[in-house]
């Protein structure tokens, strides 16, 4: 029977309303500046930096040999049409993403080799640039400055791939502040 009075007490005890406080105008958390939220990523495709070099060539399918050869490109997409046109092509060498085609006149799309020349330049960091360079002067690049220490902390050089693009290659090799870069550029450069 005890058991009955407390079923039936902790039944009246949980049908009870519970009693409102007075009502007092709802405190607000104080304002905080707004966060700038971070804009969604732009698509694009897996593996690709924010800004890929998209290089045009005059004959693809042999710079795809080449890039191969001297930097142990990785194929990753190869589109061709049927008279033997490189129309896309995508390779990832150390892990950057660099596109590539042929030269494609209808389009207003030329190599450096049809234009005499180029004034961009594919800057690469490498695990190792004297390594990789040696293998793409081997492949048939040519040196346009040799490896070396630099004043901003990198090891580096450049060369000319067969196709006519410059591939600046470097391999980081300590973080140097603006005051030691400009000490080190012996001041014929101001650094900020």
Not at 42 to 60: D, H, I, R
Not at 79 to 106: C, F, N, Q, Y
Not at 174 to 191: H, I, N, P, T
Request: proline residues 7%; contains cysteine.
């Amino acid at each position: 029977m005890a058991s009955k009075k407390k079923r039936a007490k902790a039944k009246s005890t949980a049908r009870k309303p519970v009693k409102k406080a007075a009502s007092k105008p709802a405190r607000r958390a104080p304002k905080r500046a707004a966060k700038a939220r971070p804009k969604p990523a732009a698509a694009a495709a897996p593996g690709a930096s924010k800004a890929t070099p998209y290089l045009c060539v005059k004959g693809g399918l042999a710079a795809l040999d080449f890039y191969t050869a001297a930097f142990g490109a990785i194929e990753t997409l190869r589109i061709v049409d049927k008279s033997g046109r490189l129309g896309h092509a995508d390779i990832e060498i150390e892990g950057a993403t660099i596109m590539l085609s042929d030269e494609w006149p209808e389009g207003g799309v030329f190599s450096p080799q049809t234009l005499g020349g180029s004034p961009v330049s594919v800057h690469l960091y490498v695990k190792n640039v004297d390594a990789l360079t040696r293998r793409a002067l081997a492949a048939g690049a040519t040196e346009v400055r040799p490896v070396a220490d630099q004043p901003y902390g990198d090891r580096s050089g450049t060369i000319r791939d067969p196709f006519g693009h410059r591939w600046m290659l470097s391999t980081k090799q300590e973080d140097v502040s603006k005051d030691e870069m400009e000490r080190r550029f012996g001041g014929a450069f101001l650094v900020s």
